[in-house]
């Protein structure tokens, strides 16, 4: 069975950073792309990041980019959010997701809180 399960969430002031990781289960992990997208209160998803299977290329919204990097460790089955500089608007569930022909499978999120 095919699991992400997503963590390191919670309430930072404003230019503070968090790292975000996902963990996944029941699939080659190495073999595909994986994204973060978040969905902030009252709003629709929004594209984050994504980076290819190898973690050799990544592409950012323009909105996180200078400030979030994206990563991930094949041989830990996991994918990071490195997040600095964080904006009172980063506020949002954040959710990994695996890419095949599109967004196949779906962590439940993680809650992102950047307030004073």
């Known amino acids: 069975e095919v699991q992400l399960v997503d963590s390191g969430g919670g309430l930072v002031q404003p230019g503070g950073s968090l790292r975000l990781s996902c963990v996944a289960t029941?699939?080659?992990?190495?073999?595909?792309?994986m994204t973060w997208v978040r969905q902030a209160p009252g709003k629709g998803l929004e594209w984050v990041s994504t980076?290819?299977?190898?973690?050799?290329?990544?592409a950012y919204a323009d909105s996180v980019k200078g400030r979030f990097t994206i990563s991930r460790d094949n041989a830990k089955n996991t994918l990071y959010l490195q997040m600095n500089s964080l904006k009172p608007e980063d506020t949002a569930v954040y959710y990994c997701?695996?890419?095949?022909?599109?967004?196949?499978?779906w962590g439940q999120g993680t809650l992102v809180t950047v307030s004073s």
């Open positions: 997701a695996r890419y095949s022909q599109g967004y196949d499978y």
């Open positions: 029941g699939f080659t992990f190495g073999s595909y792309a």
């Open positions: 980076m290819d299977n190898a973690g050799f290329t990544a």
